[in-house]
């Protein structure tokens, strides 16, 4: 039997077929559930009354009581609009109306009691109020509750009557008609301790607030619930996994292992690199298979960690594939390690797109003979032509830029058991976001910079100095570096005015007609992006005009200048990533960030935020808060979307701590929800959408 709240709304009061085709549309809201889910997004305080000599046009949202004097038509036809003069024994001010002006005047009556309420504006002097809402003091209104909610509505809603008042309205008809017709989602046992209000009454206080305490209570009860089914959800399927795959123990530190410690490790290890290291070693000792994801900035030496978990895969007599996200990487990582692996005797190959016919037959071979122990390469790694011996390890490079299914269809590549896992990122994901899109993953950071780093100067100017940028990037290139100068992308149809690639590239040219220039952007063919690059890299050409194809990855330790153009239009992790190209050397590196003269309080934070650390968890943090968590970079690529209705991981981290603790101790005690006191919490979750946490491709 279908539940009453899975009715079509145009069954409710007040909507009707009409009304219910544009909600559909519109907002999504389909049924009575999805109506009474469709929370408010501010509420706002309606015991107050403002005397009407007090109202400024700079106040936000305004109530008053008092009556309508006059009414007077202005204007022609199309350009109509319909004002009252609004008085109280303060003073007045005046309303104005510019649509249905026939109904409002028929309805409104000049003497009469009314309360007004709206956003106050100024006309020709005189404090206003456009499109306010009235109210028939004498009549008996429906009841909002002492705080007013307001919902998100749309133009086209809007301009049907549908504004946060219509919803108000059909809100209250619906929550007339709920008496006994919602079940308690969370058991007392959860409910108890943490003094939860019931589903019933928390949807209730959300819509139609008695008070800022019971808003509280109920926002609190609902955001715990969303987050912890979550949990309770990803910690199961981690339970799961753990149960379901056995892992290869790789107990044996050896000859590889040792040999590379003693002698050629050029340097010693940071602190964190151990801590790392250590995880890892415990996880490949455990008989599970380990699936971890590995954070650290830029330039925390990850794929020294890689290599050596690589080393432990030899000693214990298993192959590893390390993939990179593009070519120029792959063929980064391959010259890095086999310099790392000089005398070992480990056997290296780079198997890209553009490895020749005959050397990926070889490759091949020597893949399934077991000779070759180590290989690198790109997406080409995952073809089904490729198959291993006996792969032990899978190493992921630069995570936010393969997709779950890619990595899935890599780490099918060993039939009876799968390979270890590490995916490696330098996209800095904040804890509360780690625990909710990761939660399956084991995650280990570094969070460390080897010794003798020089942070990066960071300035943020505007256009005015674009001459001193000019010579401080002159005065570095005199004395042997390189500089990037990075612009936007630029889409056709874009009609605001930003600094184009090709443009920026003619005007260096003329800024720096000393020096030679490379340019890269996205629309080139790899190989003469590569070309172009290698140029870059072997001190050949001093400047580099990019987009930001250059963000990931390339080493190029004398570049030690970092111009970012037009950089209000970038997001923060995306100009942190950026920034990361320099400071790889020895010398002092700089970022200097060129901005126009307006700009938008949330690019003025995220500038400021560059300026002031280099630390990418805390600017992680600070991303998290300005855009949300369904924006943060890499979370959408990787189909890991989340869809959060009343909760916000930049915000509720401790609530989500929370949850997470709650639905791990229970999981603890009863990990497949068998026992009779967990029925509540199986039926719930069994019925979660399984689209929404596809986590299974990853485990
Ligand atoms: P990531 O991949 O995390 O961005 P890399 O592994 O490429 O960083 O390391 C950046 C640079 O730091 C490399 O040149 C590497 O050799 C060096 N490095 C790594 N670990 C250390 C260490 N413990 N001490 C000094 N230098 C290190
Ligand atoms: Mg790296």
């Known amino acids: 039997m279908p539940e009453y709240l899975d009715q079509d709304i145009k069954f409710l009061a007040g909507v009707g077929p009409k009304r219910a085709e544009l909600l559909k549309k519109e907002l999504g809201i389909r049924t009575f559930r999805d109506l009474l889910y469709y929370f408010p997004y501010k509420y706002i305080d309606r015991t107050k009354f403002h005397a009407i000599a007090e109202v400024r046009s700079n106040q936000t ?95 086209k809603l809007k301009k049907r009557f549908l504004n946060t008042r219509a919803i108000n309205k059909i809100q209250y008809n619906l929550a007339q008609q709920l008496q006994g017709k919602i079940y308690e989602t969370l058991p007392s046992k959860i409910k108890e301790p943490l003094k939860l209000i019931s589903l019933k009454d928390a949807l209730r206080q959300i819509h139609f607030p008695e008070s800022s305490h019971y808003l509280q209570k109920a926002t609190f009860r609902l955001k715990f619930e969303e987050l912890f089914y979550i949990q309770l ?146 997406h080409a790694l995952i073809e089904d032509t490729v198959s291993f011996s006996r792969l032990g390890l899978v190493i992921i490079d630069e995570q936010h830029r393969f997709g779950v299914a890619q990595r899935a269809k890599l780490w099918k590549k060993n039939k009876l058991i799968p390979p270890h896992i590490l995916v490696m990122t330098a996209t800095p994901i904040p804890r509360t976001l780690a625990m909710t899109l990761y939660g399956d993953l084991d995650v280990s950071v570094i969070d460390e910079l080897p010794p003798g780093r020089k942070p990066i100067d960071t300035r943020h100017y505007f256009e005015n100095r674009r001459k001193q940028v000019y010579e401080f990037i002159r005065g570095q290139i005199e004395v042997g570096r390189q500089a990037y100068i990075v612009y936007p992308l630029i889409s056709e149809s874009e009609k605001m005015d930003y600094k184009n690639l090709e443009d920026g590239y003619e005007l260096m040219k003329q800024v720096f007609p000393r020096y030679q220039l490379s340019m890269v952007h996205g629309k080139m063919k790899p190989a003469e992006k590569d070309a172009e690059m290698q140029l870059f890299k072997e001190g050949k050409t001093q400047i580099m005009v990019a987009t930001t194809v250059i963000e990931v990855g390339v080493d190029v330790p004398n570049a030690s200048i970092m111009v970012i153009e037009s950089s209000e239009r970038f997001g923060l992790s995306q100009l942190h990533q950026l920034r990361g190209r320099v400071g790889r050397g020895a010398e002092q590196s700089y970022c200097l960030l060129m901005s126009s003269y307006k700009i938008s309080n949330e690019s003025r934070k995220r500038l400021e935020t560059m300026v002031r650390t280099n630390d990418g968890f805390e600017i992680a943090e600070v991303d998290l808060q300005l855009r949300g968590p369904g924006d943060i970079e890499g979370t959408q690529q990787s189909g890991l979307g989340v869809n959060l209705n009343i909760a916000n991981l930049g915000k509720d981290g401790e609530i989500l701590r929370i949850a997470r603790n709650v639905a791990s101790d229970i999981l603890s005690d009863d990990p497949r929800l068998e026992k009779d006191e967990n029925k509540l919490l199986l039926y719930h979750y069994q019925k979660m959408k399984n689209t929404e946490f596809n986590w299974s491709v990853i485990s």
């Not at 214990?316 to 120029?328: D, V």
Request: hydrophobic share 40%; aromatic share 10%.
């Open 61 to 155: 949202y305004i109530q008053v009581k008092g009556k309508i004097r006059a009414f007077e038509v202005v204007g022609e036809r199309q350009k109509q609009r319909l004002t009252a003069v609004f008085y109280d024994e303060t003073g007045s001010m005046d309303l104005v109306w510019f649509q249905g002006i026939k109904y409002i005047r028929e309805n409104l009556v000049p003497g009469k009691t009314y309360v007004v309420f709206g956003k106050p504006s100024v006309f020709n002097g005189r404090v206003n109020i456009i499109h306010p809402e009235v109210e028939d003091k004498a009549s008996e209104q429906f009841k909002t509750g002492v705080l007013q909610a307001f919902y998100n509505t749309t133009e």
């Open 233 to 378: 959800k990803i910690l199961s399927l981690k339970h799961s996994r753990l149960e379901a795959f056995k892992g290869f123990i790789f107990s044996h530190v050896g000859y590889n292992f040792n040999q590379f410690y003693a002698n050629n490790l050029p340097f010693e290890l940071t602190g964190a690199q151990k801590k790392v290291i250590k995880e890892i070693r415990k996880d490949l000792g455990s008989g599970k298979q380990m699936n971890r994801l590995l954070q650290g900035d830029v330039g925390s030496g990850k794929t020294l960690v890689a290599l050596m978990t690589a080393l432990l895969a030899f000693d214990n007599g298993f192959q590893a594939s390390l993939m990179a996200p593009t070519e120029i990487l792959a063929i980064q990582h391959y010259n890095t390690i086999v310099k790392m692996l000089t005398g070992l005797g480990v056997k290296v190959a780079l198997l890209t797109g553009s490895t020749k016919k005959a050397e990926r037959k070889k490759i091949h071979e020597q893949l399934e003979s077991g000779e070759l122990q180590l290989l690198i390469g790109t």
